[in-house]
């Protein structure tokens, strides 16, 4: 019988609790589902507003793994959702508001990806993401090197960026930004981009040929584009551990001198909430964003 548990006074069916999810540190269902519900707090604010897609992985990360984009069948009324633009048409997805919401989901065992834009206004950007990946040989290392010049790059523009681990092998950055599209925001961050590769040639491409990328660090900036979404802060990925895309120092960025620094598991977060706050909270404030420049 599937147990039901009581959350902020909805009820939430959870299922197959005991199921080990990552069969290396024998990570649980039930675990998983403790640390989304325990990480609320810093999670929520960056989930609120924006349309998720679900990339669940119910049988672990070396089972199947798929997106879920439009409402799942058997959500309950209770969630949130709202009618989001495609290309094909719109779509309903989710929207998670709140904690049982959040458990809900949990449920499915899933990573959370939002959109760069909220559903209250999809026409106008109000993030702007660099997903830094890296091409072996080169790793996380060179990629803090690339964030670092972005930070400076983004500053003399008037935009704040904030770093997070991608949760695999990258790095990501975020910053809160105004003024524009999700068009404008792409050849914003591709402008950007070009420039990072003609200042750091032997490191850094932005295009996505393969053929171009061993030993140098991508700069993706296709994922401003309304249509893609990106790691949640705080998410943990479908990896081979249960690792989270944690969000980090400027100084742990620039001090880093070997992957294992910036790889940060499910229980490892608390601890770090509790000496940080939240490291991204910058940007949930809109006092805080900076103005798209002009084309």
């Known amino acids: 019988m599937t147990p039901i548990t009581e959350v902020e006074g909805r009820r939430v069916a959870l299922s197959n609790l005991e199921k080990v999810l990552y069969p290396e540190t024998g990570f649980t269902k039930a675990e998983l589902v403790h640390y989304y519900a325990t990480s609320a707090d810093v999670l929520l604010p960056h989930l609120r507003d924006r349309a998720v897609s679900f990339l669940r992985y119910p049988d672990g990360p070396e089972g199947q793994v798929f997106f879920t984009k ?11 959702t709202a009618e989001v633009p495609r290309s094909e048409g719109p779509a309903r997805m989710v929207v998670v508001q709140d904690l049982p919401s959040l458990v809900w989901a949990a449920n499915l065992v899933t990573e959370f990806h939002t959109h760069q834009w ?3 206004d999809p ?3 109000d993030r702007l993401v660099f997903d830094l990946d890296p091409g072996a040989p080169a790793h996380i290392v060179h990629c803090c090197e690339v964030a670092l010049w972005l930070r400076e790059r983004l500053a003399r523009d008037g935009i704040t960026a904030y770093p997070k681990t991608a949760g695999s092998k990258g790095l990501h950055l975020l910053a809160a ?14 402008a950007l981009a070009v420039e ?8 850094v491409v932005h295009r996505m040929t393969k053929s171009l990328r061993p030993g140098k660090v991508f700069v993706d900036w296709s994922q401003n584009a309304a249509r893609k979404t990106t790691a949640t802060p705080y998410t943990l990925r479908a990896r081979p551990v249960p690792l989270v895309s944690a969000p980090v120092t400027w100084e742990e960025v620039a001090e880093c001198r070997s992957p294992a620094q910036l790889e940060f598991l499910a229980d490892d977060v608390a601890p770090r909430v509790q000496r ?15 103005s798209l420049p002009l084309p």
């Open 70 to 80: 439009n409402v799942p069948p058997g959500t309950p009324e209770w969630v949130t």
């Open 118 to 120: 909220l559903v209250q």
């Open 123 to 125: 026409g106008q950007a």
């Open 177 to 190: 930004v105004r003024g524009g599209s999700p068009e404008r925001a792409s050849e914003y961050a591709k």
């Open 196 to 203: 990072a590769e003609r200042a750091m040639p032997r490191l």
């Open 276 to 290: 940080y706050g939240d490291l991204l909270g910058g940007l949930l404030d809109p006092g805080s964003a900076g």
